[in-house]
């Protein structure tokens, strides 16, 4: 079935350093692919997606692109601020009219100044 | 500011109580979702609602009781919980139930349980 492999964390970084977080998926078709982060006490919130091959999702200084040949949706930001501390989830939707999201294990950030 | 409402955001509970959580969204979503959370892990689905009525109960205990009482509400009732029920619970919605959707879900920002 679909699932989602992600980096386990926790990963610690001085600010401005270069962040990435790696995520590879298997899927029986062609999903839409998001990248969900969660900061201390709050819910989920979507980062970026992508729906196709190719496609490069961004908001926030942070990217991921859609790598159907790698089947991998890596996150990446080239600065990362204090603020950026979170957990961030990679997440798939399935197939069929389920609604249901197959979501990572999460990687937790932590910047320090 | 999160377009899904949750109340209460804590909730201390004994495990003979009756308590209900509940979330409200105002964005014509026709999916509405209850997750439940542990801390550092990925929410686990329990229940969805499609167009006002279940489509998905994930084997959930009978403690928890969802309802859908319109299109933008959704409740979660709670009765005889166990210490092990102690999470953060999650409420989301979408615009509809699709494969292989790319409409992503809007989260709110929980309501976090305790059962003593």
């Known amino acids: 079935g679909d699932s989602v492999t992600q980096m386990e964390g926790p990963v610690t970084l001085s600010e401005e350093a270069f962040l990435t977080i790696n995520c590879t998926y298997t899927a029986t078709g062609y999903p839409s692919l998001f990248w969900y982060v969660q900061y201390p006490g709050e819910g989920l919130q979507l980062l970026l997606k992508?729906?196709?091959?190719?496609d490069k999702g961004s908001n926030k200084g942070f990217e991921a692109t859609y790598r159907k040949e790698t089947t991998s949706f890596h996150l990446e930001k080239g600065s990362v601020q204090v603020s950026d501390s979170a957990v961030y989830f990679c997440a798939l939707p399935t197939r069929g009219n389920t609604g249901k999201l197959i979501f990572g294990q999460g990687t937790t950030l932590q910047v320090k100044p | 500011d999160t377009e899904v409402t949750q109340t209460p955001k804590h909730l201390v509970m004994g495990m003979t109580n009756k308590k209900s959580l509940k979330c409200e969204q105002h964005m014509g979503h026709r999916a509405m979702y209850w997750y439940k959370q542990k801390a550092k892990k990925p929410p686990e689905l329990m229940f969805v609602y499609s167009y006002e009525k279940l489509s998905i109960n994930e084997s959930v205990p009978s403690r928890f009781s969802p309802e859908c009482p319109n299109s933008s509400l959704l409740n979660l009732h709670l009765h005889a919980l166990q210490p092990e029920d102690s999470a953060l619970y999650l409420c989301a919605s979408s615009p509809e139930v699709a494969d292989y959707s790319n409409q992503p879900q809007h989260f709110g920002d929980g309501t976090r349980l305790s059962i003593l």
């Open positions: 992508a729906t196709k091959a190719d």
